[in-house]
């Protein structure tokens, strides 16, 4: 029998160990944030695609730039502002957390939207508007107008760092994951979420551009500043009642360390027999990260799990030094970034294509006819992008509730394709797409009058474009909603605010590709039988161009095939035949 002593001692020792074990209780307040995020999210989207879907044309006619030099300007801007969610993801999960990440990030929105108005109410800050002399006798902003107007976009740069990672993954920080009401809260979530970032654009690029194109930019970028204002006010308001995340460490340290810890053991051997069974493997108890399965691909990082005798291992059973051992675990959650990989890249040239309606596709509303009955009112032409938003707005219900339907009858599998055979569908359409813009680049000049000075209006009416919109629309449909779902379910659970800021590097890197292609299309085309991307469309072969990005879009569709093809959906692991998964199956049926 137990003496009072050792009970007394046992006691203790439960209920240190209780208030060790034990995590502080988290009040979920679901339903009640959302309000405050929704606010805050339907503001700032309001106020950032105000500002940004209308920029290009702000560029040409109030900053007196040519379109090569817009189109450039905007690649840059564009590419670094996609390419500045990976970093904020980093910052955010490593040191300050999403909600100090969006709050400053806000912040700098604002301060850069503020500037960017300034550029049009104060005279100094921008050059003269052009006479009616035409192109040739415009004046071009000043060193110090262009710095003033790049700071403005640096602001805005590190504000879409900070937003675009945390703004989804933070709303749902705020139901409890572990219950099926909190489940539904997340669903609801992103549909509402998708919703106002839908409504905020079709605004945006019909009543704000409106405002900037026929009533005064001053006032038409005033708005969305003074919106992004409202959205911090609403943001801050919630404050009190929100969940907020410590950060945890970048799930991006874990993928350095393996690499490193590999190249470290590159000399050592695997075990022949049992690999799975041989090599060091730790899973924290509170991870959220289901657990993989042994693979033999990519074998060389493997590596990383060989335990040696220099090697320590904490009291918890975790290594000492993770940049020298790291977990089968861990080793086989970088293996799934490595496999996403290939795929994310033919995403980069189906983004290249896209950019074409939001650049040249507006280059062709402004040399065609825009006006709704003759005489009548004249369209804007950014406002055209409505189109392609309605054809994606209207293209997913339909899917949903009568394709998918249909298709699931055929295929036997509940989401009727897999999600690889719609970002196939995606890429096929944007070539089609092209090929119909060239189509219609073609017409358009045939209508337009020649052996004018500037740049002439075709009597072509602007609503030709509708179908290359309407198609680009649906290859959004297909491939971007496809592509944001194959990585949140492809990468490892801890890194959902990684795969997010995959899908804006993706756009990032196109947004580059594109300006070094009209870069250089433009340099070699401009002598000899005629620019392509003549200042003047009427002069040019903007068609040639679009036939050229098909061609590079029909060959990024075949590199898409047999990555797809050869793909290993996550969790299909050698050591366990059961987890196989149906889909990764039927894809290599499919291509």
């Not at 609801?188 to 009543?207: H, R």
């Not at 897999?418 to 970002?423: A, D, E, G, I, V």
Request: net charge neutral.
């Amino acid at each position: 029998m137990e003496s009072e002593g050792e009970i007394r001692a046992l006691t203790m020792e439960a209920e240190t160990s209780s208030s060790v074990n034990e995590q502080p209780t988290i009040k979920y307040r679901g339903i009640k944030a959302m309000p405050y995020i929704l606010g805050n999210e339907t503001f700032e989207k309001l106020g950032a695609m105000g500002t940004a879907s209308n920029l290009f044309v702000f560029l040409m006619q109030f900053f007196n730039l040519k379109h090569i030099t817009a189109i450039k300007v905007m690649s840059v801007f564009g590419g670094t502002a996609n390419f500045a969610p990976l970093i904020g993801a980093f910052l955010s999960d490593t040191y300050f957390g999403r909600y100090k990440t969006i709050g400053f990030a806000s912040i700098c929105s604002v301060l850069g939207m503020t500037m960017l108005t300034l550029t049009t109410i104060i005279d100094k800050l921008h050059p003269p508007s052009c006479q009616m002399g035409g192109v040739a006798t415009c004046v071009g902003p000043s060193p110090m107008q262009l710095t003033f107007l790049f700071a403005s976009f640096g602001f805005l740069i590190i504000g879409a760092g900070g937003i675009r990672p945390c703004n989804l993954a933070f709303g749902a920080d705020q139901f409890n994951p572990n219950t099926e009401a909190g489940k539904r809260g997340v669903s609801s979530f992103i549909n509402w979420y998708n919703f106002t970032f839908t409504l905020a654009l079709m605004v945006s690029v019909t009543l704000l551009v409106h405002i900037q194109s026929n009533v005064s930019w001053s006032i038409g970028l005033g708005i969305p500043t003074c919106l992004m204002l409202v959205s911090i006010i609403i943001f801050f308001m919630g404050s009190r009642i929100y969940v907020k995340v410590k950060p945890e460490g970048s799930p991006l340290t874990s993928v350095a360390q393996v690499l490193v810890a590999a190249i470290r053991n590159r000399r050592l051997k695997l075990p022949v027999d049992d690999a799975h069974l041989r090599l060091f493997n730790y899973v924290p108890c509170n991870s959220i990260v289901s657990t993989l399965p042994y693979t033999e691909h990519l074998r060389f990082l493997n590596k990383a799990a060989i335990l040696t005798s220099e090697d320590q291992i904490n009291i918890d059973g975790s290594p000492a030094n993770p940049w020298k051992l790291c977990s089968i675990q861990t080793v086989e959650e970088v293996k799934c970034v490595m496999r996403v990989l290939p795929i994310w890249a033919s995403a980069i040239l189906y983004h290249v294509a896209i950019n074409q309606q939001a650049s040249f596709g507006v280059l062709q509303a402004l040399q065609a006819d825009r006006h709704v009955r003759n005489g009548g009112y004249e369209i804007p032409s950014a406002s055209f992008a409505v189109f392609q938003m309605i054809s994606l707005t209207i293209w997913i219900p339909i899917y949903d509730r009568i394709v998918v339907p249909l298709l699931r009858k055929l295929t036997g599998r509940e989401g009727g394709l897999t999600l690889l055979q719609r970002m196939g569908a995606g890429l096929f359409l944007t070539t089609m797409a092209l090929l119909v813009s060239a189509t219609v680049e073609e017409y358009r000049k045939n209508l337009a009058p020649t052996n004018t000075n500037g740049s002439a209006i075709s009597s072509m009416s602007a609503f030709w474009l509708v179908p290359q919109l309407a198609i680009t629309g649906l290859a959004e449909g297909f491939n971007s909603v496809g592509q944001m779902e194959f990585y949140y379910q492809q990468l490892p659970e801890n890194m959902r605010s990684v795969a997010g800021a995959f899908y804006f590097c993706g756009m990032a890197t196109a947004s580059f590709v594109d300006g070094l292609l009209v870069s250089l299309v433009h340099e070699k085309t401009k002598g000899g039988s005629g620019d392509w991307l003549a200042e003047d469309l009427n002069k040019g072969k903007l068609e040639y161009y679009y036939y050229l990005i098909a061609m590079l879009g029909a060959l990024n569709f075949g590199y898409f095939l047999v990555c797809a093809y050869w793909y290993r959906y996550k969790g299909d692991g050698e050591t366990n035949v059961q987890l196989r998964t149906q889909e990764s199956r039927s894809d290599k049926d499919f291509f």
